[in-house]
Every structure is written in structure tokens, then in C-alpha cells.
């Protein structure tokens, strides 16, 4: 089974209004941008922050083996990224 979304970390120079992450999509894509020189601490928070809201839309969603949450539930019956099980 092939990939069907894109991951990408990428530092740049500037963001709008100074912010330290930022997060751009596109079908099958999403990309963090990180403000170089910012404190790792703030990057940490925005990022979080970032990812939390992807999540509370529902534009990121995690199916976990079994129905329930991480080491929880059946095995998996479906193949991941890589064709594995």
C-alpha cells in the first residue's frame, strides 16, 4: 500500500507576524514551517498547538489498531505505510 499523505518539516527565514511555526496544506500534504532562529521552547508550544488543532478539526485523523488508542484493541488487520501489517 503506497503512502497517501506527505509529511514535511521545513525551516525558513521569515513567517507572517513574526510566529514561530506555521502550517500549510494541500490534498495529500501538509507542511510545519519553522522560524530559524526562534527558542526551541516556543517552537515546541506552536507546533503543539498546531498539531492539536489539525487534530480538534478533524483534518488529521488516526485510525489505531482495534478502534482504541495506542497499545490498545486487536492487532491491526490492515497493511501500513510500508505494506507491512
Keep these: 500500500?503506497?503512502?497517501t499523505a506527505c509529511v514535511e518539516v521545513e525551516v525558513v527565514d521569515t513567517l507572517p507576524g513574526g510566529q514561530p511555526t506555521m502550517v500549510l496544506e494541500e490534498k495529500g500534504r501538509i507542511r510545519f514551517l519553522i522560524l530559524k532562529g526562534a527558542p526551541i521552547e516556543e517552537i515546541g508550544r506552536s507546533l503543539q498547538g498546531d498539531m492539536q488543532h489539525e487534530i480538534d478539526s478533524?483534518?488529521?485523523d488516526q485510525h489505531w489498531p482495534g478502534g482504541g488508542g495506542p497499545g490498545e484493541g486487536k492487532e491491526?488487520?490492515?497493511d501500513g505505510?510500508?505494506?507491512t501489517p
Excluded: R, V
Design 1 to 3: 500500500m503506497a503512502p
Design 81 to 83: 505505510p510500508d505494506g
Design 58 to 60: 478533524g483534518l488529521w
Design 76 to 78: 491491526s488487520t490492515e
